[in-house]
Nanobody
């Protein structure tokens, strides 16, 4: 099983980025998916999660209204559209696959993790 994130980079404050995470090795159509992030010197934190059919989404308060998580089960891919980016959004972003159909903020519920993609927001 492999999760590969892409789409990270350097962007100015107020800009947008779209992250993608493609899974291979097995289908995750029945699993919740999520994005977490880890800023320099800080612990990894929850950003957004989506249920197996995409009907339910969850967001951290810090990204609510600016980030949108979505998924394409036919492509075994999850996305994170990030708008109105702020310098405090600078972090390595990780996608993860839940043990359950409903995603959550609980990291211990996630079995598979990607290697991460760097997002840097300049002021």
């Amino acid at each position: 099983v492999q999760l590969v994130e892409s789409g990270g980079g350097l962007v100015q404050a107020g800009g947008s980025l779209r992250l993608s995470c493609a899974a291979s090795g097995r289908t995750f159509a029945n699993n919740g998916l999520a994005w977490f992030r880890q800023a320099p010197g800080k612990e990894r934190e929850f950003a957004a999660a989506i249920s197996w059919r995409g009907g339910t989404t969850y967001y951290a308060d810090s990204v609510k209204g600016r980030f949108t998580i979505s998924r394409d089960n036919a492509k075994n891919t999850v996305y994170l559209q990030m708008n109105s980016l702020k310098p405090e959004d600078t972090a390595v972003y990780y996608c993860a696959v839940s043990l359950y159909a409903i995603g959550s903020y609980r990291q211990h519920e996630y079995r598979y993790w990607g290697q991460g993609t760097q997002v840097t927001v300049s002021s």
